[in-house]
């Protein structure tokens, strides 16, 4: 596996962050907020490429290629460098849309824009200038370090980075503080991530400047600032974009645990309910309907169908059930220790195994259904749960050892008592 994988990974959700961002900025529907809701969302997708973009290039590979590719040494570094301050200014962008509305906050937006463009011609044209033959995908800035005008293009960007990173900071903090992230736990927790992550590329700013200023003084910080630099860089543009996804993808990202725990639950119901519901299958086989296409696939489905037919077929069998194996079934449960709905369980459990062996719905003109459980009707989750924990319960007791020897009792008694005269 190659050492920057989890580069590529990251730059590649990243890059996957803006599609999506885009796709949803064109789907807003019309109305008198629409335009600030698709600036907001189309701000997002540019951040996301442009963190997608920075770290897709900061691998050593990549720049290699790109230099390569274009004939120009070090042209990566321009472009990283270019949209590394890019990413930066965008991100205040995108906090002052967020803190106003688009009316109120498009001034201090078009004046962030005009300076990054003029900080962009101005690095474009310095870059031009300079005489930067050998490649240095690493120490760009401190080994051309005492050439004066890459001195000032490497100047002008680490300045212009930091500067623009301590206004995210900024920014970050004070509106993570103010009432408009009030009831927005996820909101606040990526503001201040992203907080943090400026701080790593406000580090990756005074690192590299250290690194390059030791260069005019005839000292060596290479050793300590270069790494150091990398790890503030590479941490702290995961810290931002995580931030940045953090208030549209944390909530529903939080449900996963919860999905899971409820999707093992009602696995675990469908197999208890599967051999109460394959023993009462023969009261009324055509109430079992085939699924859908889309419900084959959900385990809720099936266990909502199961408990439907259920509930079918035990209101079928409630006219014939025998007073006698319920005085049994109780005597049974109370002296093994039972009461209340356990000992309910065990009676009705009792009823359904002697009357699916007797089968008296053949004889006997089938009941009406009663009326559908709610699980039927879109209940909430509450009833939902309800249902199925009940149904489960009883299905458990059917296959208990002491609702089959009550029912085989009651029916050795049956088929031995002489027919009545």
Same mark, same amino acid.
């Not at 900080?119 to 870059?127: D, K, N, Q, T």
């Given at each position: 596996?190659?050492?920057?994988?989890?580069?590529?990974?990251?730059?590649?959700?990243?890059?996957?962050?803006?599609?999506?961002?885009?796709?949803?900025?064109?789907?807003?529907?019309?109305?008198?907020?629409? =335009? +600030?809701?698709?600036? *907001? %969302?189309?701000?997002?997708?540019? @951040? #996301? !490429?442009?963190?997608?973009?920075?770290? /897709?290039? &900061?691998?050593?590979?990549?720049?290699?290629?790109?230099?390569?590719?274009?004939?120009?040494?070090?042209?990566?570094?321009?472009?990283?460098?270019?949209?590394?301050?890019?990413?930066?200014?965008?991100?205040?962008?995108?906090?002052?849309?967020?803190?106003?509305?688009?009316?109120?906050?498009?001034?201090?937006?078009?004046?962030?824009?005009?300076?990054?463009?003029?900080?962009?011609?101005?690095?474009?044209?310095?870059?031009?200038?300079?005489?930067?033959?050998?490649?240095?995908?690493?120490?760009?800035?401190?080994?051309?370090?005492?050439?004066?005008?890459?001195?000032?293009?490497?100047?002008?960007?680490?300045?212009?980075?930091?500067?623009?990173?301590?206004?995210?900071?900024?920014?970050?903090?004070?509106?993570?503080?103010?009432?408009?992230? =009030? +009831?927005?736990?996820? *909101? %606040?927790?990526?503001?201040?991530? @992203? #907080? !943090?992550?400026?701080?790593?590329?406000? /580090?990756? &700013?005074?690192?590299?400047?250290?690194?390059?200023?030791?260069?005019?003084?005839?000292?060596?910080?290479?050793?300590?600032?270069?790494?150091?630099?990398?790890?503030?860089?590479?941490?702290?543009?995961?810290?931002?974009?995580?931030?940045?996804?953090?208030?549209?993808?944390?909530?529903?990202?939080?449900?996963?645990?919860?999905?899971?725990?409820?999707?093992?639950?009602?696995?675990?119901?469908?197999?208890?309910?599967?051999?109460?519901?394959?023993?009462?299958?023969?009261?009324?086989?055509?109430?079992?309907?085939?699924?859908?296409?889309?419900?084959?696939?959900?385990?809720?489905?099936?266990?909502?169908?199961?408990?439907?037919?259920?509930?079918?077929?035990?209101?079928?069998?409630?006219?014939?059930?025998?007073?006698?194996?319920?005085?049994? =079934?109780?005597?049974?449960?109370?002296?093994?220790?039972?009461?209340?709905? #356990?000992?309910?369980?065990?009676?009705?459990?009792?009823?359904?195994?002697?009357?699916?062996?007797?089968?008296?719905?053949?004889?006997?003109?089938?009941?009406?259904?009663?009326?559908?459980?709610?699980?039927?009707?879109?209940?909430?989750?509450?009833?939902?749960?309800?249902?199925?924990?009940?149904?489960?319960?009883?299905?458990?007791?059917?296959?208990?050892?002491?609702?089959?020897?009550?029912?085989?009792?009651?029916?050795?008694?049956?088929?031995?008592?002489?027919?009545?005269?």
């Amino acid at each position: 596996m190659s050492p920057y994988a989890t580069t590529y990974l990251c730059a590649g959700v990243a890059f996957a962050t803006s599609a999506v961002k885009i796709r949803h900025a064109f789907q807003v529907p019309p109305g008198p907020e629409a =335009a +600030g809701k698709r600036a *907001l %969302r189309l701000t997002i997708a540019v @951040v #996301a !490429a442009l963190a997608g973009l920075v770290m /897709g290039l &900061s691998a050593p590979p990549v720049v290699v290629w790109i230099n390569r590719v274009s004939g120009v040494a070090n042209l990566t570094a321009l472009i990283v460098h270019m949209g590394i301050i890019a990413l930066a200014a965008s991100a205040q962008v995108l906090f002052l849309l967020w803190s106003a509305d688009i009316s109120d906050s498009w001034p201090r937006v078009r004046r962030r824009l005009w300076v990054l463009a003029a900080i962009g011609i101005a690095l474009v044209a310095l870059f031009a200038l300079s005489d930067v033959p050998v490649e240095r995908p690493v120490d760009y800035e401190s080994y051309y370090a005492r050439q004066p005008v890459v001195a000032v293009y490497s100047g002008l960007y680490l300045i212009a980075y930091g500067a623009a990173q301590f206004g995210v900071i900024s920014l970050g903090l004070n509106w993570s503080r103010s009432h408009h992230v =009030a +009831g927005r736990p996820w *909101l %606040r927790r990526g503001l201040r991530i @992203v #907080a !943090a992550g400026s701080a790593g590329g406000l /580090g990756f &700013s005074v690192a590299r400047f250290t690194a390059m200023a030791g260069q005019w003084f005839g000292l060596d910080f290479d050793a300590v600032a270069l790494p150091l630099s990398l790890a503030f860089g590479q941490v702290g543009l995961l810290a931002f974009v995580v931030g940045l996804l953090l208030p549209p993808f944390g909530p529903p990202l939080a449900t996963i645990p919860g999905r899971i725990r409820v999707y093992f639950w009602e696995l675990r119901a469908y197999r208890l309910l599967r051999p109460l519901w394959n023993a009462l299958r023969p009261v009324n086989p055509e109430a079992v309907q085939p699924l859908a296409h889309k419900e084959r696939f959900s385990v809720r489905w099936r266990v909502i169908r199961q408990v439907m037919e259920i509930y079918d077929w035990l209101a079928t069998l409630r006219p014939h059930h025998d007073p006698e194996v319920a005085r049994d =079934a109780e005597r049974a449960g109370r002296a093994a220790g039972l009461t209340g709905a #356990a000992l309910d369980d065990l009676v009705l459990a009792c009823q359904i195994k002697v009357l699916v062996a007797t089968r008296p719905w053949l004889t006997s003109p089938a009941a009406a259904l009663a009326d559908p459980p709610a699980v039927a009707a879109g209940a909430t989750e509450a009833v939902y749960v309800t249902e199925v924990s009940q149904l489960a319960r009883l299905a458990v007791a059917y296959g208990s050892p002491l609702v089959e020897s009550v029912a085989r009792e009651h029916l050795r008694r049956a088929v031995t008592s002489p027919d009545p005269v």
